[in-house]
């Protein structure tokens, strides 16, 4: 069982930049792949990025490529999310998630769930 707490959403203007956290509870976070996905109102959630469990391999969405970094500190069960040149079609509630089987694009492969975290962009 892995328990997913996200943390550092909130307000930004249009240009700034966000770090958002992912704290994960067990001793087998190193196993999984991690990703962040999002979802804004009316829309299905979407895969914003993934990190393999060694952290040797991204996937980003080309909507972020070269404005967003994912990483991962496994002595810590952390995964990060650095968010940067933010634009207000990246407003959405973000999701941390775990997959024990790699990384994965759809968000019904993912395993586990944080509670998601809100993100805003103001124009």
């Known amino acids: 069982q892995v328990q997913l707490v996200e943390s550092g959403g909130g307000l930004v203007q249009t240009g700034g930049s966000l770090r958002l956290s992912c704290a994960a509870s067990?001793?087998?976070?190193?196993?999984?792949?991690m990703a962040w996905f999002r979802q804004a109102p009316g829309k299905e959630r979407e895969r914003v990025t993934a990190i393999s469990w060694s952290g040797g391999t991204t996937y980003y969405a080309d909507s972020v490529k070269g404005r967003f970094t994912i990483s991962r500190d496994n002595a810590k069960n952390t995964v990060y999310l650095q968010m940067s040149s933010l634009k207000p079609e990246d407003t959405a509630v973000y999701y941390c998630?775990?997959?024990?089987?790699?990384?994965?694009?759809?968000?019904?492969?993912?395993?586990?769930w944080g509670q998601g975290t809100q993100v805003t962009v103001s124009s």
């Open positions: 067990g001793r087998t976070f190193s196993s999984y792949a």
């Open positions: 998630a775990a997959r024990s089987r790699g990384a994965a694009i759809r968000a019904d492969d993912y395993d586990y």
